[in-house]
C-alpha cells in the first residue's frame, strides 16, 4: 500500500520561506516520477514543480521558478518542497504526488500522469 504524507505547511509572512516534505512508503521516491502540486479555493491543481527519476533535471511552474526547489532526500524516502520568497498567491493546498515508473510518460504538470496522491498541506502566506 503506498502513502505519501505532506508536512511543514503553515502560516508566513511575505518573504518568508517554508519546507515542505513528503514521506513516502510503498514507493521508492528515488525509482518514481515525484511531483508538487497546489490548489487554492476555487481553482484548479497546478503543478508546482516536478522531478523525473534521475532526478538530473527539475521542472517548475513559471510563478515559482527561482524562488522553490524541489529535491529528494533518497536515504528517508522522502521528497521536499524547499519554498523561498513566499507570496500571498502561493497560498494554496499543497499535494505530493507520485507515479512508477512505467507511467512516467507525459508532462510533469499533468496531474493525471500520476497515480499515487498526498493528503496535503496547508500553505498560508499573508501580506
Known amino acids: 500500500q503506498v502513502q505519501l504524507v505532506e508536512s511543514g505547511g503553515g502560516s508566513v509572512q511575505a518573504g518568508g520561506s517554508l519546507r515542505l516534505s513528503c514521506a513516502a512508503s510503498g514507493v521508492t521516491v528515488s525509482n518514481a516520477c515525484m511531483g508538487w502540486f497546489r490548489q487554492a479555493p476555487g481553482k484548479e491543481r497546478e503543478g508546482v514543480a516536478g522531478?523525473?527519476?534521475?532526478?538530473?533535471?527539475?521542472y517548475y511552474a513559471g510563478s515559482v521558478s527561482g524562488r522553490f526547489t524541489i529535491s529528494r532526500d533518497n536515504a528517508k524516502n522522502t521528497l521536499l518542497l524547499q519554498m523561498n520568497s513566499l507570496k500571498p498567491e502561493d497560498s494554496a493546498m499543497y499535494y505530493c504526488?507520485?507515479?512508477?515508473?512505467?507511467?512516467?510518460?507525459?508532462?510533469?504538470?499533468?496531474?493525471?500522469?500520476?497515480?499515487?496522491w498526498g493528503q496535503g498541506t496547508q500553505v498560508t502566506v499573508s501580506s
Open positions: 522531478i523525473p527519476i534521475g532526478g538530473g533535471v527539475t
Open positions: 504526488a507520485a507515479t512508477p515508473p512505467w507511467t512516467c510518460g507525459g508532462h510533469w504538470a499533468l496531474p493525471t500522469k500520476y497515480v499515487y
